[in-house]
């Protein structure tokens, strides 16, 4: 008589249906390792209503060294996959891009992959702040990009003490993107909270799953099932589907 009690809760629809950070395409970076994989991830993440994906693979100094022609080549493989099960999904890729000399030489050779409208996906370390961060955003600025930073909630170096970067920051007009995973309290408490406060404070202009595999889907339909997302909609106003 009980059994109505642990039923599961059907997950909810996302508030966008474009997802612009996922690592699906296949094995060019520590996301999905193979087409088979990266489009079963794919039709989970229809499941939440995405309709159009732009896939970011990293692109980062010495580990994932990716250019356009290696991510095309890759996603070309999944679109295949995709063609083969009869998925229509509109997807394609931009890239997340790590700001390191790579970052910097991909720069002088006229040779990035930026979202649609000329946004651009850009990480920081995760140890500290790349050296003179302002300048860097000003730059890409005057160069017709529109910088994100990706995920900022999960930057220690400001979450733990200097949330007052994130203003500045966000004021001269770098962009934030926030992770799914990290509303959903998969990485922890302090990446949660953090998200939080950006929420809260109007800092979130962008939201991405950062999808890598099963888990982190196991971990997005929960989050959608949960009082948490509930709470959390009523300050979501995220810009992906205008991309």
Known sequence: MFDFFKKNKEPQKLCVTTDIHCHVVPGIDDGSPDAV???DLVERMQRWGITRI???PHVTEASFENTPQIMDNALASLKEELDRRGNGIDISHSAEYRIDDYFFSQIENDNLCPLPGNFLLIENSFIQEPWDLDRIVFDLKIKGFKPILAHPE?????????????????????????????????????EKNTAEYLLE?????????DLHNHTHADSIDAYLSSRDYQRHLRHLIPRNDSI
């Open 37 to 39: 994989t990266s489009a």
């Open 54 to 56: 732009i896939a970011s």
């Open 154 to 190: 999960r930057y220690f170096y400001y979450a733990e003490g200097h949330r007052d970067r994130y203003k500045k920051l966000h004021v001269n007009g770098l962009m934030f993107q926030i992770n799914l995973l990290s509303l959903a309290g998969h990485y922890g408490k302090a």
């Open 201 to 209: 404070n109007d800092m979130v202009d962008f939201i991405g799953s």
